[in-house]
């Protein structure tokens, strides 16, 4: 078994959190109705980013999977969490798939500026909702999320280059490439050919990337594709007893 350390890799690696139901829970290959409580915190989402943070990670990332399927957005909760770390910035996911649904979430985007906001193909969102929500969030705090399955894009209307080219065009500030297949595994990175692929049709905008991330080894495997920060989840979760620089 590969002992899981991220000592050197820690300045590029982003903390993520699964919110669902008010819990922080433990994603495994996106089988939702699985997913249990992150066992070390017991399910405390404020205990799971302040270990994050003590551990030395300099971002997070939170889902909110009740926004993303298609529930109300747990607004008390991303509120509490953004309060508690307004310095660290943080990827927000709540399944925003049309103007609609952002003007739930509006007023927390321009409270808490350290918000970076995704629009994830998952959705089966339209390109041109990055195009409105430019109109009314400066485009280096959105990202686009680029979903797959097992290497196959997920967004049932519209293909991978449509959502690019939008990104491209109006200069967003990050894409977060994932397969969510390998997402909580531990079975090592999937998506490195993806990123390889991606890297030099993006230009200046950042590259986000992970899924089933075990240590140091695959951290550098994906900044050597052309990453410039990595999701973390498990590995960072189990290594509560070690000390980062």
């Not at 890799?9 to 992150?38: E, F, M, P, Q, T």
């Not at 397969?179 to 909580?184: N, T, Y």
Request: proline residues 4%; hydrophobic residues 40%.
């Amino acid at each position: 078994m590969r002992r899981q350390s991220l000592f050197s890799s820690i300045r590029h690696a982003i903390g993520v959190v699964d919110l669902k139901a008010g819990r922080a829970v433990h994603a495994i290959a996106g089988r939702r109705s699985n997913y249990r409580d992150v066992e070390f915190c017991c399910g405390d989402a404020a205990a799971l980013l302040d270990h994050y943070q003590q551990r030395g990670l300099p971002a997070f990332y939170v889902a909110d999977l009740d926004g993303i399927t298609s529930a109300a957005p747990q607004t008390n909760l991303l509120e509490a969490l953004f309060s508690r770390h307004r310095s660290a910035p943080t990827f927000v996911d709540v399944g925003c798939s049309s103007m609609k649904q952002w003007q739930s979430v509006a007023e927390i985007a321009e409270r808490f500026p350290q918000t970076r906001w995704i629009i994830a193909t998952e959705t089966d969102c339209d390109p041109d909702l990055l195009t409105e929500l430019a109109s009314q969030l400066r485009p280096e705090r959105i990202v686009l999320g680029l979903d797959y399955r097992n290497g196959i894009f997920v967004n049932q209307r519209f293909p991978e280059d449509e959502f690019v080219e939008a990104a491209v065009r109006l200069k967003i500030g990050w894409v977060i490439a994932l397969d969510v297949a390998s997402v909580g595994t531990g079975l090592g990175p999937s998506t490195v050919g993806l990123c390889q692929r991606l890297r030099p049709r993006l230009g200046s905008i950042g590259l986000i990337s992970g899924g089933g991330v075990r240590d140091d080894q695959d951290v550098e495997r994906l900044l050597a594709s052309g990453c410039d920060q990595v999701l973390v989840a498990t590995a960072v979760q189990e290594s509560g007893r070690e000390r980062f620089p």
